[in-house]
């Protein structure tokens, strides 16, 4: 089982930024999409970004212009760089396979956005 481990959270005032990021051993993350999901308290745990293996990446409405997903194949690393956040950002973040999430979810790592 691959569980990625998730780092770069924490508490950030309102238009802030954080750079947040993922990996996970061995070589397999070359080969699959990837994405970063969020949940916040009772809610879903959504997307919010994704990246093909070569490269091509996808926002919802929600983030498009904010956030950006970047991927290092070479050391399996996939990153989430977030500008302009907003209270609403707040959750706890993920990083997994897309459009399917494969692995073991990981910890998350923890996002908090202060008004």
């Known amino acids: 089982q691959v569980q990625p481990v998730e780092s770069g959270g924490g508490l950030v005032q309102a238009g802030g930024s954080l750079r947040l990021y993922c990996t996970a051993s061995?070589?397999?993350?070359?080969?699959?999409?990837m994405g970063w999901y969020r949940q916040a308290p009772g809610k879903q745990r959504d997307l919010v970004a994704q990246i093909t293996s070569d490269g091509i990446a996808g926002y919802p409405d929600s983030v498009k212009g904010r956030f950006t997903i970047s991927r290092d194949n070479a050391n399996n690393a996939v990153y989430l760089q977030m500008n302009s956040l907003k209270p609403e950002d707040t959750a706890v973040y993920y990083c997994?396979?897309?459009?399917?999430?494969?692995?073991?979810w990981g910890q998350g790592t923890q996002v908090i956005v202060s008004s």
């Open positions: 997994n396979t897309q459009p399917t999430p494969y692995f073991t």
């Open positions: 061995g070589s397999i993350f070359t080969i699959y999409g």
